[in-house]
């Protein structure tokens, strides 16, 4: 029981992803699909993002220690400055031996570009859905299908 709250993030991801493609594959409605793909896809958001957590890791954003006698972070070994081009201030990165832990900032701009893309898609999807429904009365897939097979079957006998 306890390697299961220890891992609780996982849990989570594992729920809402088959939940997610449960929705997707046991509903006929168009709109519940879509909800079921964004809950799958949210989950597939929140796998990475935990992924990429660091356990005492800070965000890896420069800052200028005041009370160092150079003016620069002394956990650094890193010597060289850097310095600004905008604002002209000078900032040392820090290097190998330093003490400090940045968690990789990639992961985490990765999934911010595919919430976007996410949001796009379902808004591409609903306005499908809200054409079908113009078109077919309906945003049921067995009734959309019945639709256009009695339409086919019209189609050849003609």
């Known amino acids: 029981m306890d390697s299961l709250f220890s891992h609780f993030n996982y849990v989570v991801v594992i729920i809402l992803m088959m939940t997610g493609l449960h929705v997707v594959f046991a509903s006929r409605n168009m709109i519940k699909k879509l909800v079921g793909l964004a809950v799958f896809q949210t989950s597939v958001f929140l796998f990475y993002i935990t992924l990429a957590k660091i356990a005492s890791g800070q965000p890896p954003i420069l800052e200028k220690d005041p009370n160092s006698k150079t003016g620069?972070?002394?956990?650094?070994?890193?010597?060289?400055?850097?310095?600004?081009?905008?604002?002209?201030?000078?900032?040392?990165?820090?290097?190998?031996?330093?003490?400090?832990?940045?968690?990789?900032?990639?992961?985490?701009?990765?999934?911010?570009?595919?919430?976007?893309?996410?949001?796009?898609?379902?808004?591409?999807?609903?306005?499908?859905?809200?054409?079908?429904?113009?078109?077919?009365?309906?945003?049921?897939?067995?009734?959309?299908?019945?639709?256009?097979?009695?339409?086919?079957?019209?189609?050849?006998?003609?």
């Open 72 to 158: 620069y972070d002394d956990h650094s070994a890193f010597i060289e400055p850097v310095q600004l081009a905008a604002s002209g201030d000078v900032y040392v990165l820090p290097g190998q031996g330093s003490e400090l832990i940045y968690s990789n900032p990639l992961p985490h701009v990765l999934i911010l570009t595919a919430i976007v893309v996410g949001v796009a898609t379902l808004a591409i999807g609903l306005a499908l859905t809200v054409r079908i429904r113009e078109v077919y009365g309906t945003i049921e897939m067995d009734a959309v299908e019945a639709q256009d097979f009695e339409y086919n079957l019209e189609g050849i006998e003609r």
